[in-house]
């Protein structure tokens, strides 16, 4: 018996061995039709191949549909037998769209799960009319012991101090709980993108050796809570910008950054209250001789321009408005919607050059050095930097490769070559050992050939 072809409600896979895969066929489904089907040990031809079905097998995949899809669904799962050979068939439903598999959200066409855009997420919330489903507002698979309690009091007093809240600090699930943060004893996405760690919340921040993205002198990555990676972030470039010394005829002198503070912050306050988290994508700080850019995977809203909001009054628009009124509650947002007219002032008055640029992959903030500063010795800051929770993940010529993969697809010796200022027999023994490793696979020949991520290696990036 043949069970005839993949369609946009179902789904084939040859065993449980493709359990991930089978979460975000879920998803795409759902998101596109609410509803549909899917069949463990059927071959995507149709053919049944069966596999061993145990108790054991089937409560694995009712845990792996409850721990890794957003919001969640209660699915019927069964073994079936299909010419003689032992099936799992899931049959599944919701209406609660946008869904989201290990963080990102997908669509289904035809027999593809295709990772949704930022846009068509947005249009999709829309359509639902069910503004609670941002990813902000699910349930995340966190809960009210995982929060940083030094640094959730640290918010309380700061916001309490500002005037903003009335809530004085009792115990993490009060506070949590009055701030709207959580769902029973699990925290909503909001809370845990705030004061909670997860590998999708993240920084990566680089020094370059030059004014191009190849060569960078150092390079380090930090996951936590929002709250403290903009300090760390801040840190970073404040410890790797240049310093004057100004002498205002009091006896202490006064140090002035090349690129205001002020701007800085701001801008990468911006970056993670903007961000899409849903993409799983890092926020990132590249530190150039000629510039500094801060990155931001969220895209700019559609039909606007970064003037609009600097030079007239347009109403904010929020991807993440719960996380905004959080930072708003402490001052580390002024007010909503002014973030971009607040860096634009700050560099005005500083004189600064600076740039917003918007990308297909998200928004980009480029403050100019001056020829002048650039090279000048850095005279340090009187304020140390903040020391990370985390020491930074080590960083080897593999590091660097996967890094590149996995923002731009695929890396050829030729750029393998250039971005690890290596020689060519160098170059190409590293890219063998990933290969024989299983980190790498070959695509083409010869001068044609390219290097892409294992499928493993891509979903860390979706």
Not at 6 to 17: H, M, N, P, R, V
Not at 51 to 71: A, H
Not at 263 to 286: M, P, T
Request: charged share 30%; with cysteine; proline share 4%.
């Amino acid at each position: 018996m043949n069970l005839g072809i993949e369609t946009e409600t179902l789904e084939f896979k040859k065993s449980t061995g493709e359990l991930k895969e089978a979460m975000h066929s879920i998803c795409a489904i759902l998101n596109k039709h609410q509803h549909g089907q899917l069949y463990f040990g059927v071959k995507p031809d149709g053919t049944p191949v069966g596999q061993i079905v145990t108790e054991e097998s089937l409560r694995e995949v009712s845990q792996k549909i409850g721990n890794f899809i957003e919001p969640r669904i209660y699915p019927e799962i069964n073994k079936v037998v299909i010419d003689g050979k032992e099936c799992i068939h899931v049959k599944f439903e919701g209406n609660q769209i946008p869904y989201f598999s290990y963080g990102v959200a997908r669509i289904r066409v035809a027999d593809e799960d295709l990772q949704m855009s930022p846009e068509e997420i947005t249009e999709l919330l829309l359509k639902s009319g069910r503004e609670g489903n941002r990813w902000e507002n699910l349930i995340s698979n966190k809960s009210v012991d995982d929060v940083d309690e030094e640094l959730l009091k640290k918010y309380v007093s700061q916001a309490h101090d500002a005037g903003r809240i009335a809530i004085s600090y009792t115990d993490k699930a009060t506070v949590l709980n009055q701030l709207e943060l959580t769902e029973g004893s699990k925290l909503l996405n909001a809370g845990k993108a705030l004061f909670s760690d997860d590998l999708i919340q993240d920084i990566q921040m680089a020094i370059f050796a030059t004014n191009e993205r190849l060569t960078f002198n150092d390079i380090q990555r930090y996951h936590g809570p929002v709250l403290k990676l903009v300090d760390i972030a801040e840190a970073y470039i404040k410890s790797n910008i240049h310093w004057r010394a100004e002498f205002t005829g009091s006896l202490q002198r006064a140090e002035i950054p090349e690129i205001p503070m002020d701007a800085i912050r701001e801008a990468l306050l911006n970056s993670f209250c903007h961000k899409d988290y849903s993409l799983g994508q890092s926020n990132e700080v590249a530190i150039y001789k000629d510039r500094i850019e801060i990155y931001n995977p969220g895209t700019f809203p559609e039909g606007f321009d970064p003037k609009d909001f600097i030079e007239r009054p347009e109403r904010p628009i929020r991807r993440n408005p719960k996380i905004a009124r959080i930072l708003y509650y402490s001052k580390d947002i002024e007010s909503f919607g002014t973030g971009l007219r607040r860096i634009a002032h700050a560099c005005d008055e500083a004189g600064v050059r600076y740039k917003f640029k918007k990308m297909k992959s998200g928004f980009l903030v480029c403050f100019f050095r001056s020829g002048e500063e650039a090279n000048k010795k850095p005279i340090k800051a009187d304020k140390k930097p903040i020391k990370a929770d985390k020491k930074p993940i080590k960083t080897d010529r593999k590091e660097i490769i996967i890094n590149y993969v996995l923002k731009n697809g695929s890396i050829t010796n030729k750029e393998a070559r250039e971005l690890l200022s290596l020689a060519d027999s160098t170059t190409k023994r590293v890219l063998k050992e990933m290969v024989n490793e299983g980190m790498l696979i070959v695509d083409g020949e010869r001068k044609a050939r390219k290097y892409l991520l294992k499928r493993e290696e891509n979903d860390r990036g979706c």
